[in-house]
């Protein structure tokens, strides 16, 4: 399985930013497609998550102000995120896995990641 991330860059706090990712690969293996996070000096975190049959999953922290899809056509995942405040600040992860199971936060295939910057 191959992922490659995009779109990540530089905000304002309360602007906007879309990350898409690409995959490839097994297709039970993107049976379900994730996003997590990791900022400086913090553990990796569950950021939202999509099942095949387009079942969605948020973190309370960006419950609201994010929607995570994806194209099963194209194989291809996004996130938009509004109202960016500065602790969305973090290298974003996709993620590709066979089963639901988002607490497990090394579990499946990861791209290498798109930095998010949010400055107030």
């Known amino acids: 399985v191959q992922l490659v991330e995009s779109g990540g860059g530089l905000a304002q706090a309360g602007g906007s930013l879309r990350l898409s990712c690409a995959a490839s690969?097994?297709?039970?293996?993107?049976?379900?497609m994730a996003w997590y996070r990791q900022a400086p000096r913090k553990q990796r975190e569950f950021v939202a998550g999509?099942?095949?049959?387009?079942?969605?999953n948020y973190a309370n922290s960006v419950e609201g102000r994010s929607t995570i899809s994806r194209d099963n056509i194209k194989d291809t995942m996004y996130l938009q995120m509004n109202s960016l405040k500065p602790e969305d600040t973090a290298v974003y992860y996709c993620?590709?896995?066979?089963?639901?199971?988002?607490?497990?936060?090394?579990?499946?295939?990861w791209g290498r990641g798109t930095q998010v910057t949010v400055s107030a």
């Open positions: 993620n590709a896995r066979p089963l639901l199971n988002y607490a497990l936060t090394d579990f499946g295939n």
């Open positions: 690969g097994s297709f039970s293996m993107l049976n379900v």
């Open positions: 999509i099942s095949r049959d387009g079942t969605a």
